[in-house]
């Protein structure tokens, strides 16, 4: 056993780190993570309705699919559950991994617990593991892989899913090791993904590799445990000085700080500073009428993520700040009707278009990648013929420096929830998932949660 590698000294990291700082704090995080994906899985089960064109044997349905009213086997169910958790872009990140963690992990767990029966401490552990083995290996490399085009949920959601599986499941450290190992190499991930519906298809495909690596794993297959530090692995192949390693005396979990950060509008978060920029304008008293010019101001890391400039369908609007800009200023804001089709092809939204000046500007943002913030800042202004009035958002609703409450969380719940089914749905399935938490029987507590 290669007990020297640095895939196996991360995996001992991760449950090491999570077993002696794992806290109420940190579960209750983990929770809010839940229920933001699990909303996020109702209105994608029922967003999503292309066919799959995959089938399952109806005799495997034993796993829980949120918000459908049939089970499926476990790796379909954990393809479906994270392709539904991505589907509108609407979950969680965590900025030292440069992912989306929840979506990934999560799905790949709820497939697992159909297989054994484990209670909400192992679970939320679990969950804890995953977020800080993502944590730790994206501190090495997710904001090179990520510059340089990567698309790091997938690259490193697999093997965080995997290394869940495996606690568990209650594999030993060789074993997971070994899934984690096998997740990395078969790990993949580009951002020109970015607009298709192959980036949620991809979140769905990470989360059952990391299901199925963790199974074959245990079953005698083996992985790579070098594939970190080999010439041929994917941190040398992008050039990724791993000599120093991640900082394993951090005094708290990744859960907790800088912790996951949640999203308030359905596209991407670097869109977001725009977006509260522009609505704090039009709150001031700025009517759409008098605007003559828009110029937007950001760093080339937003510029890098939002590259449609006239987007055609949903997809592309979700990663097009032209889009954002000229959504807030029709309509006042950007929620999921705004991502109809007839919306943003209506000469309502895109007469807005030659008004709008998107300029790179390496003064604008501040803070690092680890505090989930800043990267993302946005400098808005808006020409009347009153004159020029500008608002600056360092730190967008949601992001680590300007969170959201409880109750935000919780609102957002009800509303997505309530959008896909009924108020009624939402509620009682709100309160079944803050029940999970003092659960003896996740899959049974979880599998209530279907229409």
């Known amino acids: 056993m290669a007990h020297s590698t640095l895939c196996y000294e991360l995996v001992h990291q991760a449950r090491q780190r999570v077993s002696r700082l794992q806290n109420a704090s940190s579960r209750q995080r983990a929770l809010n993570s839940i229920i933001d994906a699990v909303g996020c899985m109702f209105i994608g089960a029922a967003s999503a309705t292309k066919p799959f064109g995959l089938t399952e044997p109806s005799n495997n349905g034993i796993a829980v699919v949120i918000g459908r009213s049939t089970r499926a086997g476990p790796s379909h169910a954990a393809l479906l559950n994270g392709y539904h958790a991505h589907f509108l872009d609407f979950d969680d990140s965590l900025y030292p991994a440069q992912s989306h963690p929840t979506a990934v992990i999560l799905p790949a767990l709820l497939a697992a617990v159909s297989i054994k029966e484990v209670d909400a401490g192992v679970f939320f552990d679990a969950l804890a593991v995953g977020f800080e083995?993502?944590?730790?290996?994206?501190?090495?490399?997710?904001?090179?892989?990520?510059?340089?085009?990567?698309?790091?949920t997938a690259l490193l959601?697999?093997?965080?899913?995997?290394?869940?599986?495996?606690?568990?499941?209650?594999?030993?450290?060789e074993v997971s090791a070994h899934a984690t190992a096998l997740a990395i190499a078969s790990s993949f991930g580009m951002k020109g993904c970015f607009g298709s519906s192959a980036k949620a298809l991809g979140v769905g495909l990470s989360a059952r590799a990391g299901f199925e690596a963790a199974l074959?794993?245990?079953?005698?297959h083996t992985g790579p445990l070098g594939i970190l530090e080999d010439a041929r692995g994917p941190l040398a192949?992008?050039?990724?000085n791993v000599a120093s390693g991640p900082d394993y005396g951090r005094d708290?979990?990744?859960?907790d700080a800088p912790g996951p950060t949640y999203k308030l509008y359905p596209v991407c978060t670097a869109a977001h500073a725009t977006i509260d920029a522009l609505r704090q304008i039009r709150e001031d008293g700025v009517t759409p009428e008098e605007v003559e010019n828009i110029t937007v101001r950001v760093n080339k890391y937003v510029v890098s993520c939002l590259t449609f400039a006239r987007p055609n369908n949903r997809?592309?609007?979700?990663?097009?700040?032209p889009f954002s800009v000229a959504s807030v200023m029709a309509r006042g804001t950007v929620g999921l009707a705004e991502l109809d089709g007839d919306f943003i092809n209506s000469?309502?939204?895109?007469?807005?278009?030659?008004?709008?000046?998107?300029?790179e500007d390496p003064s604008v943002g501040i803070g690092s990648t680890s505090e989930g913030s800043g990267q993302e800042a946005a400098v808005v202004e808006v020409y009347t013929p009153r004159g020029r009035h500008e608002k600056r958002v360092d730190h967008a609703k949601g992001q680590t420096l300007n969170p959201l409450s409880p109750q935000d969380l919780e609102e957002k719940y009800l509303s997505l929830v309530s959008a896909a089914f009924?108020?009624?749905?939402?509620?009682?399935?709100l309160t079944t998932l803050k029940c999970l938490i003092d659960s003896t029987n996740v899959e049974k507590t979880l599998g209530t949660l279907v229409v």
């Not at 501190?139 to 340089?148: H, I, N, P």
């Not at 074959?216 to 005698?220: E, H």
């Not at 009924?422 to 399935?429: E, F, L, Q």
């Open 133 to 152: 083995f993502q944590g730790l290996l994206g501190e090495l490399c997710a904001q090179r892989f990520y510059d340089d085009g990567w698309w790091t």
């Open 157 to 173: 959601g697999a093997p965080a899913a995997a290394l869940a599986v495996a606690h568990v499941l209650g594999y030993t450290a």
């Open 216 to 220: 074959l794993a245990q079953s005698g």
């Open 237 to 240: 192949l992008r050039n990724v």
């Open 252 to 255: 708290s979990l990744f859960l």
């Open 315 to 321: 997809e592309e609007a979700q990663f097009s700040l």
């Open 347 to 359: 000469e309502q939204l895109r007469r807005w278009f030659s008004k709008i000046s998107i300029v």
């Open 422 to 429: 009924s108020s009624d749905v939402a509620k009682d399935t």
